[in-house]
């Protein structure tokens, strides 16, 4: 608990010989108008420190990772919401030689997948869907896979060269983001 100071001044108006209570009474006028304008900008400031921190805290942030394992002739695609606060997935396109796919999310990275790699097989394929939200530090599986006539380095090479993932996603605030998984 907080002590309180107060400073009282008391003028008695009916003994006093000069004009000492209307200057005295100005300047605590004035001096209490300027303290309570100060505290009105402080807050204010607090304020919008306070909704930025709110902002900050509530950033998604989509990041792609790839990963190819020579022992195990796999390639693997992830994508992870690195950000502090969830995504909201609002269209997800694959785009395969400049064509937009059309499909489920998983459809389509299963349709460009085989198209690119024929005999590609696909070990694990994990894809969220439009609406969606995506919570903090989860990790999405979208394409683990192997060929039996292509390294893992190929199979990635292949991939990235033909295909490109866009994903548009938005903050619990309603900001937009891109998330684009392109070589191109």
């Known amino acids: 608990m907080q002590a309180a100071t ?10 006093s010989k000069t004009d000492w209570t209307t200057i005295l ?17 402080y807050t204010r400031y607090q304020i919008q420190s306070h909704e930025k921190h709110n902002r900050l805290m509530a950033t998604p942030h989509l990041s792609g990772w790839t990963y190819t ?11 992870v919401n690195a950000g502090i606060g ?3 997935i609002k269209k997800i396109d694959v785009i395969l030689d400049g064509i937009f ?10 349709t460009a997948a085989s198209t ?3 005999d590609i097989s696909i070990i694990e394929l994990e894809m969220f869907s439009e609406e969606e939200l995506l919570p903090a530090h989860r990790v999405y599986t979208v394409l683990r896979a192997s060929s039996p006539s292509r390294s893992p380095e190929a199979v ?28 191109n």
């Open 25 to 41: 009474s100005a300047i605590a006028t004035f001096a209490s108008s300027l303290t309570a304008v100060i505290a009105l900008f």
């Open 116 to 118: 690119i790699i024929p």
């Open 6 to 15: 107060y400073i009282l001044l008391y003028i008695d108006p009916e003994n």
């Open 156 to 183: 990635l090479v292949m991939l990235q060269d033909r295909m490109d993932i866009l994903i548009e996603y938005q903050s619990l605030y309603g900001e937009q983001r891109k998330f684009l998984a392109s070589n």
């Open 101 to 110: 796919l059309e499909g489920t999310s998983f459809e389509k990275i299963q």
């Open 86 to 88: 969830p995504a909201i």
């Open 69 to 79: 394992d020579s022992t195990e002739n796999e390639y693997k695609f992830t994508i």
